[in-house]
């Protein structure tokens, strides 16, 4: 967000007046001067004030002078509305208000006026209408009523007379298309019967298909195609013709295709000379009232010429006074329409003249300017704060531990990368999420957090993501304000490894001092049980047997004593590995086939993907590991009872993924432990009764020791619906890990993990040699 580079001290050229406007002042008044002038003269004539006759053409002439002023100042008016109207129509500011005013205006004008030439017109017809009589009027008006009786009579009988023979030609349709002169002789009768003269069948370009053959020779103007359009079925069309003495009607017919009927009767002679005497009478007398009516007309347009003057003059008035109140508005609304797109800069032109209105537009002027003082300093801000954005988040992308930041409803505001590998969860799969429900594991920590009233909580917790248990250290900081606790900033460490090599070494040396402890002792042991059995084996005889299973068992247990201590020695005394350039297939392919010579009751198969292949490792650990691998499955498979098991089946796998050898290994064997899965990996856990639990530990060890892990799954998760377990062994083709960026846990978390660590470690030492010994 930028502030405004550009500025403008006023509005645009479209506010000031155009050049024009001065020409258009003085022409309106000068137009209304010479409308009044003249008018005043048309009075002066009209009434006989002056030596000047009223003759038709000096009215004719004061008319046209009239109606010429009156004319310019339309003119006037009409562009003037014009201008409002299209600045209503391009959403020009304050067009509306103008259109408004204007019409307020013209309201207050045109209604005085409509008001006195109505009571004008009025007051003159009943004054008028004294001069004329009523009884002669009525007389000429009823004569022509009665002659229109007379033609609307005839109408009324052709409109029966029609009807009927519609009818009858409707049914005579057939005769139509078989016999032409029989269906015209029935057309004949039936126009004869119904005193019609002319009767025909038309279509609908006034061709006449059939006609009557009454004998009376005249002839019927037929209809135009137009009119013939709008007739329909069901009501005939009637005119009347008194020039040429007859009425005539047409109709639809229902059984033909666009056919007419059209017929005709004669109308008295001398009725329609009667009619057109009545009708000249009528004209005659409405042109003598006229004539009488002089003095009305002179003074209607002397009213009307100063009406309309005086309307005229109101409306520009009006005009004038509107343009000058919406002019300041105006201005005040294009500039607010400016700072609404983000321009503080402008300013509105100020004119004492406009009174308040100024004055407003100077309160506008000091807002904008505050306005604009304001942004610059909230643009600043914002600057600042995304600066200070972008290095925080910088910061957090790339420290190696995983930060949570919480707000104070609880939800994921801040996670940085490290924290999404660490809990599993993308970022759009946490932010604005409740943390009970992204890491419900910290639900403990943070109720501590919000109800303590310390800024730091400090502790450990062990989540499960993907099958694999981690360790954190975790830190909970609050942000406080003087009235509550509005955030948090968590803190997560990945201590697992450390604590592992911590554990790892604790039983190192538990390890080796359990050998050192008890080696020592078991050769005499042994050596002083089998003398016994030697010289005192022929001397007993009385329970003789007792006394050789004694001295067996204590051989036998010395035995198991050995074989434990034996590997405690090879786990604290791991060799370092000799990287040499192997065939990993070769070395599976031996592996298998001692196991298989070691356990015929089971199928034991290797399936080797990529044949060689070539990879640098120790070839006398990596087979130890896999033996240890495939003895575990063996044992597992033994532990199935002989009713579920069926048939024993290991199959080994081997292949090359990107720069890491993977072997799995996948027996039907009982499985693993759903729980605590991943401690199966830590020294002295164990499953089996007879088992130290060094053997899985071991194999992890030799696998880290080339780069690699070993991972812990169900058979059923490659083989869905199988029992039993799969093992992954993962190494490095090169024999090391790839370099990474190691994490190194602040010291205060690596403190904790260590006297964590030891804990654990000196509290399973204690149990593991109080179980040596006591078996």
């Known amino acids: ?11 645009d050229p479209s506010f000031a007046e155009s050049k024009g406007s001065s020409l258009r002042r003085f022409l309106a008044p000068f137009a209304i001067g010479l409308a009044l002038l003249s008018t005043l003269l048309t009075f002066v004539v009209l009434t006989g004030l002056t030596r000047i006759q009223p003759t038709p053409e000096i009215v004719n002439s004061f008319l046209l002078i009239n109606g010429a002023t009156i004319l310019v100042l339309i003119g006037i008016i009409v562009r003037e509305v014009w201008k409002v109207l299209q600045a209503r129509r391009r959403g020009r500011a304050a067009s509306r208000l103008h259109v408004q005013i204007v019409g307020l205006f013209s309201v207050i004008a045109v209604l005085p006026a409509v008001v006195v030439a109505i009571v004008a017109n009025v007051t003159i017809d009943r004054g008028l209408d004294r001069l004329f009589s009523g009884p002669m009027r009525e007389v000429i008006q009823n004569s022509l009523i009665v002659a229109h009786a007379y033609v609307q009579e005839h109408a009324q009988l052709i409109r029966g007379d029609i009807l009927g023979m519609a009818n009858d030609v409707t049914h005579a349709r057939p005769l139509f298309d078989q016999d032409r002169g029989t269906f015209r002789e029935l057309l004949t009768a039936s126009a004869a019967s119904r005193n019609l003269p002319g009767a025909m069948l038309i279509d609908k370009d006034r061709n006449i298909l059939e006609t009557a053959q009454t004998g009376i020779q005249q002839s019927f103007t037929t209809p135009a195609p137009e009119f013939l359009s709008n007739v329909d079925e069901n009501e005939p069309q009637i005119a009347v013709f008194p020039e040429a003495n007859y009425v005539a009607a047409v109709i639809r017919l229902r059984a033909f295709n666009d056919t007419f009927l059209y017929v005709a009767r004669l109308l008295d002679p001398r009725v329609v000379a009667q009619l057109r005497q009545t009708e000249a009478s009528v004209a005659e007398y409405a042109e003598i009232e006229s004539r009488r009516l002089g003095l009305q007309v002179n003074f209607a347009l002397m009213f009307a010429v100063i009406a309309l003057t005086i309307l005229t003059a109101s409306v520009l008035i009006g005009l004038n006074f509107s343009n000058w109140l919406v002019a300041p508005i105006r201005r005040l609304m294009s500039a607010a329409n400016i700072v609404s797109t983000g321009d503080l800069h402008v300013q509105v032109p100020i004119h004492r003249s406009e009174g308040d209105l100024a004055q407003l537009g100077e309160t506008f002027n000091k807002m904008t300017q505050e306005l604009r003082s304001q942004r610059d300093e909230l643009v600043s801000a914002s600057d600042l704060i995304d600066s200070r954005r972008r290095f925080i988040e910088a910061v957090l992308s790339s420290a190696s531990a995983g930060i949570i930041g919480v707000d104070a409803s609880g939800s994921v505001g801040i996670l940085n990368r490290s924290a999404e590998k660490l809990i599993g969860h993308a970022e759009s799969e946490t932010l604005d999420h409740p943390l009970s429900d992204v890491l419900p594991e910290l639900d403990d920590m943070m109720k501590t957090a919000r109800e303590g009233t310390q800024r730091l909580v400090q502790g450990q917790i ?13 830190r909970v900081s609050a942000e406080q304000t003087s009235q509550s606790r509005d955030s948090y900033i968590i803190t997560l460490d990945d201590i697992t490894e450390l604590v592992s090599a911590q554990r790892t070494s604790a039983w190192g040396d538990v390890a080796r001092r359990i050998a050192h402890e008890i080696k020592n002792p078991l ?16 001397v007993i005889t009385e329970d003789k047997a007792i006394f050789e299973q004694c001295t067996d068992t204590i051989v036998r247990q010395v035995d198991d004593i050995r074989r434990m201590v034996d590997e405690f020695s090879r786990f604290a005394r791991m060799p370092k590995p000799v990287m040499e350039g192997e ?67 290991i199959d080994v796998i081997a292949k090359r993924d990107n720069d890491d050898i993977v072997i799995d290994v996948i027996d039907n064997g009982i499985g693993l432990p759903k729980v605590s899965r991943a401690r199966l990996l830590e020294p ?7 088992g130290t639990g060094l053997g899985l530990a071991i194999v992890g060890r030799v696998l880290e020791d080339h780069g690699g892990r070993i991972e812990l799954n169900d058979a059923s998760d490659i083989r869905p619906g199988v029992r039993g377990a799969w093992m992954r062994l993962r190494f490095a083709i090169s024999g090391h890990a790839p370099k990474a960026e190691t994490k190194e846990p602040v010291p205060e978390t690596k403190a904790k993990a260590s006297e964590t660590a030891e804990a654990a470690n000196a509290t399973n030492s204690e149990t593991k040699i109080k179980t040596a010994s006591g078996g």
């Open 523 to 538: 050769t005499p042991i042994q050596l002083s049980a089998e003398r016994i059995r030697r010289k005192f084996g022929k």
């Open 583 to 649: 065939d990993v297939a070769d070395t599976v392919r031996q592996a298998v086939f001692l196991m298989r010579v070691g356990h015929p009751e089971i199928d034991i198969a290797a399936e080797i993907k990529d044949d060689p292949m070539r990879a640098q490792f120790d070839r006398r650990l990596i087979s130890q590991a896999l033996t240890n691998i495939i003895k575990n499955a063996t044992e597992a498979i033994e532990a199935v009872p002989v009713e579920e098991l069926g048939k024993g089946r």
């Open 684 to 690: 002295y856990v164990t499953t089996r009764e007879k």
């Open 1 to 11: 967000m930028t502030s405004a580079e550009t500025s403008v001290p006023s509005l």
């Open 462 to 474: 062990t989540i499960l993501r993907d099958g694999h248990e981690r360790n954190l250290s975790v």
